[in-house]
């Protein structure tokens, strides 16, 4: 079965950084676009980052965007979230998910109804 396992979670301070990285086993990983969510409790669960089938395509929220870097490894079945200048509002937990797609297209990309397959989260905290 398709396993989502994230990791690199942890509380920084503001202005530091997290990798975030989220192994997937039991897919095809190069079939499947993977993108990056997360989530406060009590608030819908929110796009961060998406890239497509081989990375050639990068799509971010604008929250996020110039500060967060998302990319992936084929090779190891691995993707990944950079995130650099982190602010206290970025605190959440964070879920990388796949979609099975032949196509890029943002406007699915950032929805979350778009993934089949969710990991279990890793949560982010940053101090002010």
């Known amino acids: 079965q398709v396993q989502l396992v994230e990791s690199g979670g942890g509380l920084v301070q503001a202005g530091g950084s997290l990798r975030l990285s989220c192994a997937a086993s039991g897919l095809t990983f190069s079939n499947y676009v993977m993108g990056w969510f997360r989530q406060v409790p009590g608030l819908e669960r929110e796009f961060v980052a998406a890239i497509s089938r081989y990375g050639t395509s990068t799509f971010y929220a604008d929250s996020v965007k110039g500060r967060f870097t998302i990319s992936r490894d084929n090779a190891k079945n691995m993707v990944y979230l950079q995130m650099n200048s982190l602010k206290p509002e970025d605190t959440a937990a964070h879920y990388c998910?796949?979609?099975?797609?032949?196509?890029?297209?943002?406007?699915?990309?950032?929805?979350?109804?778009?993934?089949?397959?969710w990991g279990q989260g890793t949560q982010v905290t940053v101090s002010s």
């Open positions: 998910a796949a979609a099975r797609s032949n196509t890029w297209d943002i406007r699915t990309a950032s929805k979350d109804r778009t993934y089949a397959y």
